[in-house]
């Protein structure tokens, strides 16, 4: 299983999330930029886990958005194998 790290520093507004997430996860040229896409992607992944760091960066500079795209990235293992999601205190 490969381990990626999101560094939640780097999550500070919108695009920058979701241009730096597309990068680090190694999305689709056609992602779409968004929660549900996101969704998608995250479920096509395999064997991966995603360790965020400082996440409370993220969350302080996103606010709502924050918390519901760190909903994604938990819900996303919900009922299956190969995807790990945890937060670092780091």
Do not use: Q, W
Request: proline share 1%.
């Amino acid at each position: 299983m490969r381990t990626i790290e999101l560094d939640g520093r780097k999550m500070d507004s919108r695009v920058k999330a979701h241009s730096y997430i597309k990068h680090v996860l190694a999305l689709p040229e056609h992602y779409g930029a968004n929660l549900d896409a996101l969704t998608d992607c995250l479920g096509e992944l395999n064997d991966v886990t995603i360790i965020l760091t400082h996440g409370g960066a993220m969350l302080n500079a996103l606010g709502e958005y924050g918390a519901r795209l760190l909903e994604v990235l938990r819900s996303a293992g919900e009922g299956r194998t190969g995807y790990l999601f945890r937060e670092s205190r780091g």
